[in-house]
């Protein structure tokens, strides 16, 4: 995550005033130059981070704070305030024109990773928002941009309008004629980027805005490359007046200083944030739960969200009433574990988590291979067998051992493994739970954290 560093630094401050019972004005400005340090260590503008302090500042050593039961809480509360008015108070979400085609065009330097957020964004609003993308190759200059576009799009199952190299006004202005004839009603753009901000490269940009008259334009920057990612903003906004940002690879190891420095500059919020290198890495960015992530207070609602997205409704509902049958099976089990495999890594959730720290699980994943092997042990059996594991004596243990490259070992353990999994969702299954604990896991058709398990719990791997 790439406000790991921010998180720990501010932690630390925040742990000296929790140690003392009453604050001085002395104490708060001690602890308002460890929370300067630390932003200015992870790359936020100079100027912003003076007014933030400032404006902390003057709100914690106000009496009401010194004089407060727990000072130290009623500080934190005040910096959690002012990162998420920092980051923009609330989530932007993109603008979607009352007659369709909705057009968003998508602009950035090279090697921000334009090609690929398009298609995720355009994923995004096909999933999410039920909408009929289509992805406009507009970048005629980089070799294999048109290809790479063409690939993600058939990934992702959606329509690429090119041209070839010619001019990318044209191609502009003929993508919206062919979504008003196809029924696309919403067009991505994907702009010509270089390595550095020039005027030729604007006067491009310019033009497709002149021609086509975009209802978003989309700015999209490396999060990785700090305080030159704002630079790059403000130039970009001066020339084309951008209506938003999409920070990528913010999962990566940046200081996270973009994040919290684009809105001030610019005036421009961040509307969706990647987190990853798959083509379903994108979020809507909200900087209350970003801020609460920043000061290790967790992220639960997006952990929900991201479990909802993750889970198959469908299976779920269908497990649960298995569950309450006491028929959990071995396809269910595997099934558990593979949509569970979709949320991302555990330090990816760990942060969402709070008080528990990403670093705390850096690198832990499930095991893929693990995983691979399991689900060939499982696949290698019959339906029935799968049904009814009770029935697998020694000969049929050898067969599936063989059929799954496996040996009699691993199809031991994999069905002790189940056998106690069986046992513990038994207790948890049914009424057999305290009637407080059913309420907080979620009534009979309710969501729980995580869609699958009696009354919406996932299973714990």
């Not at 209802?215 to 001066?238: R, S």
């Not at 479990?307 to 089990?333: C, H, I, V, Y």
Request: overall charge positive; aromatic content about 4%.
């Amino acid at each position: 995550m790439a406000f790991e560093g921010l998180s720990e630094k501010l932690s630390a401050a925040f742990k000296k005033l929790r140690g003392k019972g009453r604050l001085s004005e002395a104490d708060v400005k001690e602890a308002m130059r460890e929370i300067r340090l630390a932003l200015l260590e992870a790359d936020v503008s100079y100027k912003v981070v003076k007014q933030f302090i400032a404006q902390v500042t003057e709100k914690a050593v106000g009496a009401d704070v010194l004089e407060a039961l727990s000072p130290a809480q009623m500080i934190i509360k005040i910096v959690n305030q002012e990162l998420t008015e920092l980051m923009g108070g609330t989530s932007a979400k993109l603008t979607i024109s009352p007659k369709p085609p909705t057009i968003v065009m998508m602009v950035g330097l090279q090697g921000a990773g334009k090609t690929t957020n398009v298609a995720k964004l355009a994923g995004f609003m096909k999933k999410q928002n039920g909408k009929r993308p289509l992805l406009v190759a507009c970048d005629v200059y980089r070799p294999a941009a048109i290809k790479q576009l063409e690939v993600v799009g058939e990934q992702l199952d959606i329509p690429v309008f090119q041209m070839g190299q010619i001019n990318p006004v044209d191609i502009a202005k003929a993508s919206v004629e062919h979504a008003l004839k196809h029924g696309n009603d919403i067009v991505f753009l994907d702009t010509a980027g270089r390595l550095h901000v020039d005027e030729e490269l604007m006067d491009e940009l310019r033009a497709i805005k002149a021609a086509v008259n975009p209802t978003e334009i989309l700015l999209v920057v490396d999060a990785m490359i700090g305080q030159d990612a704002v630079n790059a903003a403000k130039a970009f906004d001066d020339a084309l007046d951008i209506s938003g940002v999409v920070l990528t690879k913010l999962d990566g190891d940046a200081r996270g200083g973009a994040a919290l420095s684009i809105k001030s500059v610019t005036g421009k919020p961040i509307k969706f944030v990647g987190m990853g290198e798959k083509l379903d890495q994108i979020e809507v960015f909200h900087p209350d739960r970003m801020a609460s992530r920043i000061l290790g207070m967790g992220d639960m609602l997006s952990l929900i969200e991201k479990a909802e997205q993750s889970f198959d409704q469908k299976k779920a509902l269908e497990l649960q009433e298995k569950l309450r049958k006491n028929k959990f099976t071995l396809t269910d089990f595997y099934e558990q574990m593979a949509q569970l495999k979709n949320m991302g890594s555990l330090s990816d959730i760990a942060g969402m988590i709070p008080g528990v720290k990403a670093s705390d699980l850096e690198g832990a994943t499930m095991d893929e291979k693990l995983l691979q092997r399991m689900e060939a042990i499982i696949l290698s059996m019959t339906p029935y067998e799968r049904e009814n594991p009770s029935v697998l004596n020694s000969s049929r243990k050898k067969r599936i051992a063989a059929g799954s490259g496996t040996q009699v070992v691993d199809v031991n353990r994999l069905l002790k493994q189940f056998e106690m999994l069986q046992t513990m969702t038994k207790q948890f299954s049914g009424n057999k739970l305290p009637r407080n604990l059913r309420k907080m896991m979620g009534k009979k058709g309710g969501k729980g954290m995580f869609p699958g398990m009696g009354g919406g719990m996932g299973l714990p791997f």
